[in-house]
């Protein structure tokens, strides 16, 4: 008795962003992701995430390694406030892929503004960096973001670079959570700061 092999099903898992993160500053990097991209982050959002919870936590995210260096809990924290739609300290898979888009985006405009090769970037080209990156900030406002991280005004490593960045992506993702209309303008309450500033 012959039997005739039956062909192969394969399943192709396709990440579909829910609807809800397509209102955000970030979703375009997400979409930018091909199928191929997204399944080797999937591979290394499963690496991360330790506990098997199925999301990743500061504390698993601040292994992350970037040009041999531990991304650290200070700037973990920051990048996970950022994408964390529903603010419980954890993101899923969907809010990791365009937490790692936006690490390589923020890495190529570095580079592109590192015109002397040194491994660093003055407030100058940190200005144009974040401009290149979509964070179009008044000079002055960076020059506050650069004192904050150089005190001494010495150009800032890429880790260094990634926690300012970090900081002004928190600092645009707390206003959108409070702008859903997108109208540019936010009416808060004394409390609302002090919460905006905590999570900051």
């Known amino acids: 008795m012959y039997f005739q092999a039956q062909p192969m099903m394969t399943t192709v898992v396709q990440f579909q962003a829910p609807v ?20 080797e982050m999937n591979a290394w959002f499963i690496s991360m995430d330790r506990d098997r919870s199925g ?6 995210l601040q292994y992350l390694v970037i040009g041999g260096t531990p991304l650290g809990i200070d ?14 300290g954890q993101i899923d898979f969907y809010e990791y892929a365009a937490l790692h888009a936006f690490i390589n985006h923020l ?3 570095f580079a ?3 015109r002397n090769f040194s491994g660093t970037i003055d407030v100058r080209e940190i200005y144009s960096a974040l401009a290149s990156a979509g964070f179009s900030l008044p000079f002055q ?18 880790t ?21 209309m997108r109208t540019g303008m936010i009416h ?5 700061l002090f919460d905006m500033f905590a999570l900051a």
């Open 107 to 109: 890495y190529r405009c």
């Open 75 to 88: 700037t973990a924290n920051k990048l996970i406030r950022c994408f964390d739609r529903n603010r419980n």
């Open 160 to 180: 260094q670079y990634l926690n300012l960045c970090a900081s002004v992506a928190l600092t645009r993702s707390l206003f959108e959570w409070s702008d859903p």
């Open 188 to 192: 808060i309450t004394l409390q609302q």
């Open 141 to 158: 406002t960076v020059n506050l973001y650069f004192m904050k991280y150089s005190p001494t005004g010495a150009p800032l490593l890429f």
């Open 112 to 114: 592109a503004n590192d």
């Open 20 to 39: 809800v993160m397509q209102g955000m500053w970030y979703y375009n990097l997400y979409a930018q992701l091909q199928q191929q991209q997204l399944m």
């Open 55 to 60: 999301t990743i936590s500061s504390h698993e």
